[in-house]
């Protein structure tokens, strides 16, 4: 497959060697990208291709912290339901206590920069004439850079404890499914500098820097590694996970330019900061 944005560098003559990854799961648990750390990858600036738009650079994701939470209750039958406690209805009730949880640190105003949390499945109940015994509701919990998956967790985890003692007849257990920290890069380094000309170059626009709501493998990369690293692609962000997810042939061709442009652009500057 021919990579036209870094392609071009082969009869140019530069020197630098550009690595160009297309790893797997980031809307999972990140394996590719995690794989790619142990085998030791080596580099001094790093672009990730998520869609951003092409005159925007994203400089930061939210962390995200998944959760499964299992609700236990004594069953019985639904007849007589007000001898016995509703293990979905009890976990449910325990939802709408975890999203009222912040710290104040937050910005409420600031989608980016404060918990937002969402509940994606619910298991639970039989279906017949039976009170439901056993919940488990998986939540999804996006964590604003200014806190820790760590400190978010001990939080839900004191308020269950709070709940299960005001609660004596259920039981609670929660466990983390998976975790990322927030990742914020920094807005003056020299990819998105490099970007932000490019843009400029080839739209003719100032570049507008973003941060974003979901979590990216930058989040992972950018942490572990201590190197610029930033998020760049044509295409809609908001139109992700949709029906009516595209991306014009405009953008895709000025995107590969602004690409061209830009590894160009930090091979010279490497040089003069060498």
Same mark, same amino acid.
Not at 42 to 66: C, Q
Not at 111 to 119: A, R
Not at 211 to 234: C, E, H, L, S
């Given at each position: ?26 809307? *999972? #648990?990140?394996?590719?990208? $995690? ?28 962390? &995200?912290?998944?959760? #499964?939470?299992?609700?236990? +209750? ?11 406690? &509703?293990?979905?209805? #009890? ?7 975890? %999203? ?19 509940? +994606?499945?619910?298991?639970?109940? $039989?279906?017949?004439? +039976?009170?439901?015994?056993?919940? %488990? ?13 760590? %400190? ?5 985890? $004191? ?11 259920? !039981? @609670? #257990?929660? $466990?983390?499914?998976? !975790? ?32 974003? +709501? ?11 590694? %201590? ?11 908001? @139109? ?30 490497? *040089?003069?900061?060498?």
């Amino acid at each position: 497959m021919q990579l036209p944005a870094t392609s071009a560098f082969v009869t140019e003559g530069n020197s630098a060697k550009i690595i160009v990854a297309g790893v797997v799961d980031e809307e *999972g #648990k990140s394996r590719g990208i $995690k794989n790619l750390l142990k085998e030791g990858v080596i580099a001094d600036y790093a672009i990730f291709g998520e869609p951003s738009g092409v005159e925007k650079i994203t400089i930061g994701y939210k962390g &995200n912290l998944r959760l #499964k939470i299992t609700c236990k +209750t004594r069953t019985g039958h639904s007849a007589a339901n007000m001898l016995y406690e &509703n293990a979905v209805e #009890k976990a449910f009730e325990l939802w709408r206590e975890i %999203q009222k949880i912040h710290f104040p640190s937050e910005k409420p105003e600031s989608p980016f920069y404060s918990i937002t949390s969402s509940i +994606t499945k619910i298991e639970g109940g $039989k279906g017949n004439s +039976t009170i439901p015994s056993n919940c %488990q509701i998986y939540i999804d919990m996006r964590i604003p850079p200014q806190l820790t998956t760590a %400190q978010v967790f001990e939080e839900v985890c $004191k308020l269950i404890r709070q709940y299960q003692k005001a609660n004596p007849k259920i !039981s @609670l #257990k929660a $466990k983390i499914k998976d !975790s990322v920290e927030p990742f914020e890069a920094d807005q003056n380094s020299p990819p998105v500098q490099a970007l932000s000309r490019s843009i400029r170059e080839v739209r003719r626009k100032t570049a507008t820097l973003i941060r974003k +709501t979901g979590t990216g493998d930058m989040n992972i990369f950018g942490r572990a590694v %201590q190197i610029p690293v930033v998020t760049y692609g044509p295409g809609n962000p908001t @139109l992700s996970h949709t029906e009516n997810e595209y991306i014009e042939i405009k953008e895709f061709l000025d995107g590969i330019e602004v690409y061209r442009r830009t590894v160009a652009r930090l091979i010279r500057m490497h *040089g003069e900061k060498a």
